[in-house]
């Protein structure tokens, strides 16, 4: 599902997505979505200014299961184990997503392919993966560094086999730990945790430190689309009584609401040729001196990137040609650069 206020013609209009349900015994993420599409339209037509303000400068996707054969199998009440995980084919997709040392999968499931092609064909600018089973926000990189991986290789790529002391850290931290802890911050019940063994600082966590993973969909977003993810764990019980499900959605959806209005922060623009005006698709945009994700335009020459408030140099190119270098300040509300 889609929505957006925004006119057809309107340039510069990012995209947001929410995915639920990844692991089938965990359908908290699935109500809580298919709940935000009609609050969503209910907030829009009374005037909510919030939600206004979201669907017209916003184009909001909302998928509320990725795994609907692992959800048919899942148990109601079943709070830390029971079946459903996997898909239908007993994989877990959250380990299925193409990763830095192994980006063709010739067993790739067929929800992740769908997932791929969707990520192909949409630019998305940031998402969310909603789960269950713990109170902590997550955020990339979910597998451990490259740095780790060389050092031992064998004991890198099983996943669960390896402990990491140490973040795994990517060139964006600084806005997934903002992202993750605006997301806290608006949750009642994230900062507690879940008991003594899940207490998080400020109830967030990098997803290496947490556990490493390797395939996980948050690390594939960011390696391959420069789309900012985060792990929502929002209720310690995977898959709750129904009854429970309007306390957690009270908890979330003004979370989910102020995270989806974070894609407008930061730098976006058209990239035009000078002497024409044409627009130019494809070309990369980067932040020079640093290894932020790098993104592509459009095929309408849009492009976005979440930033927070500094200074920086952004580098237009295209087939190895610098075409511009801007330096922008960034400030807590959104800028436009046209060129
Ligand atoms: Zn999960």
């Known amino acids: 599902m889609k929505l957006c206020a925004a006119n057809k013609s309107q340039l510069g209009v990012p995209n947001v997505k929410l995915i639920g349900n990844m692991h089938g015994n965990e359908p908290v993420g699935r109500e809580m979505i298919i709940n935000m599409i009609q609050y969503l339209i209910d907030g829009y037509r009374g005037g909510d200014e919030e939600i206004v303000g979201l669907v017209s400068t916003t184009k909001v996707h909302l998928m509320p299961s990725l795994n609907p054969d692992g959800y048919r199998m899942a148990v109601e009440g079943y709070c830390t184990r029971g079946p459903g995980r996997d898909n239908g084919r007993g994989k877990d997709l959250n380990r299925d997503f193409p990763t830095r040392l192994d980006w063709n999968n010739s ?121 900012l993810e985060l792990t929502l764990q929002i209720s310690c019980c995977k898959y709750p009584f129904a009854h429970m499900l309007e306390a957690i959605w009270h908890e979330n959806h003004r979370a989910l609401i102020k995270l989806m209005g974070e894609v407008q922060r930061g730098v976006k623009g058209v990239v035009r040729e000078k002497a024409s005006g044409r627009s130019l698709a494809g070309a990369r945009v980067s932040l020079e001196g640093t290894n932020r994700a790098t993104t592509n335009t459009t095929p309408i020459g849009e492009y976005w990137k979440i930033l927070l408030p500094g200074k920086y140099s952004l580098k237009v190119s295209m087939h190895r040609m610098i075409l511009a270098v801007l330096l922008i300040v960034c400030s807590s509300s959104p800028i436009d650069v046209f060129k």
């Open 107 to 227: 067993d790739e499931q067929p929800e992740t392919s769908a997932v791929r092609r969707w990520m192909s064909s949409v630019q998305f600018v940031l998402s969310a993966s909603l789960h269950s089973g713990a109170l902590v926000v997550s955020y990339p990189f979910d597998a451990p560094t490259e740095h780790h991986c060389l050092e031992d290789m064998g004991e890198c790529l099983v996943a669960g086999s390896w402990r990491a002391t140490t973040e795994s850290i990517t060139g964006d931290d600084d806005v997934f730990r903002h992202l993750a802890t605006l997301y806290s911050n608006n949750n009642p019940r994230i900062p507690l945790g879940c008991g003594q063994h899940e207490k998080f600082n400020n109830g967030i966590i990098n997803g290496a430190l947490w556990y490493p993973t390797t395939g996980s969909m948050q690390d594939y977003n960011y390696l391959f689309h420069g789309c």
